[in-house]
């Protein structure tokens, strides 16, 4: 029976059948010769270029070795960041201290235009006039540091007001930074010292007058001087600055509720009834009465610091280098091929 089948289709391929016969069995001829042209098709597709996964795995593999090497870099651009800074805050430091080693101007010999005052930045200035203690403005808290034990307080801004008929005096007012005062001085609205009461009615009292104090000068001083004279005309050696740039971490002001936490010497001076453009001083005399230590002027040598100092800079220049250099070295030894222990 196997044999008669195979010698059937022997003679279908041959063509040894009768014509009726070879076209009842031409499905199965056709069939028989499409399978044979399968394989040559298939290698056909076979030839032609594809990416295997293991191509695309090889070409993923070649990005990823690169990118081991990425936060070295970075860490090494970060360190070199931080010379030219520190380079910088040297220039900016040395600026500050010659300047303020000058001799101090004084306050009449100064022009009122902007350009004038801008250059006169860190320059020691010398100005005589009244203190407006009723306008203070205190800005705070900020602690101070008073034999190893820190204490809260604030600073207080002072309207220096002109002295009447008096032309060494300054001309217009000027805001003044008088130092450093403990809590009471904000919270008593007398201003209440360590040792007496501190009279609020100075300039007031020069003062009384139905019209605003800034007109009140330009009238015929009588009366008004020999009540001046009784109080203590005040000599103010300052540094001329301008407005804090207080960091995101610090509140905004409040001047409806009098609370200042940074000096902003445009929205001061319009709380105090002064001009936008007043001028602003910050005291450094330190001849300090000890019978009256407050407010206690600020330091010079605060005026020559930052927040970051140059060998700050240095400290962050080691160690971004020092991580540049271990995340380098940790991504050679990932890519270093390990050795087969025969």
């Not at 041959?14 to 290698?43: D, E, K």
């Not at 001309?171 to 009279?199: E, F, I, M």
Request: charge should be positive; charged fraction near 20%; proline fraction near 8%.
């Amino acid at each position: 029976m196997a044999a008669s089948i195979s010698k059937t289709l022997t003679n279908l391929r041959g063509g040894a059948l009768p014509s009726f016969t070879r076209n009842r069995f031409s499905p199965l001829l056709q069939l028989t010769s499409n399978s044979s042209s399968v394989p040559a098709i298939s290698s056909e597709v076979n030839s032609s270029p594809t990416f295997t996964p293991q191509s695309q795995e090889k070409h993923k593999g070649k990005w990823s070795k690169w990118l081991l090497f990425l936060p070295g870099a970075i860490s090494f651009g970060l360190g070199t960041w931080q010379i030219f800074r520190r380079q910088e805050k040297m220039k900016m430091l040395e600026y500050r201290q010659r300047r303020l080693g000058m001799e101090p101007v004084e306050w009449e010999n100064i022009s009122s235009s902007s350009e004038n005052l801008g250059s006169l930045e860190f320059r020691r200035v010398v100005c005589r006039g009244l203190f407006d203690e009723q306008r203070s403005i205190y800005v705070g808290p900020r602690s101070r540091s008073i034999s190893g034990v820190t204490e809260n307080g604030y600073y207080v801004i002072t309207p220096l007001i002109p002295i009447p008929g008096s032309p060494d005096s300054v001309q217009s007012p000027v805001l003044v930074n008088r130092g450093w005062v403990p809590r009471s001085w904000r919270d008593n609205t007398t201003g209440s010292q360590q040792n007496g009461k501190l009279s609020h009615t100075g300039p007031a009292s020069v003062q009384e007058s139905a019209s605003p104090w800034w007109k009140f000068w330009s009238k015929k001083p009588t009366r008004n001087e020999s009540e001046a004279a009784a109080f203590k005309i005040v000599e103010v050696i300052g540094v001329i600055r301008g407005s804090e740039n207080p960091s995101i971490f610090v509140p905004a002001n409040d001047p409806s509720s009098s609370q200042w936490f940074y000096v902003d010497v445009p929205a001061i001076a319009s709380a105090s009834g002064l001009p936008e453009n007043t001028i602003y001083i910050e005291d450094i005399n330190e001849n300090i009465n000890p019978s009256n230590p407050y407010p206690v002027p600020k330091d010079v040598n605060t005026l020559i610091r930052s927040s970051v100092m140059p060998q700050d800079h240095l400290n962050y220049t080691l160690t971004w280098y020092s991580l540049s250099a271990a995340v380098t070295f940790m991504a050679f030894k990932r890519l270093k091929p390990s050795k087969i222990r025969g």
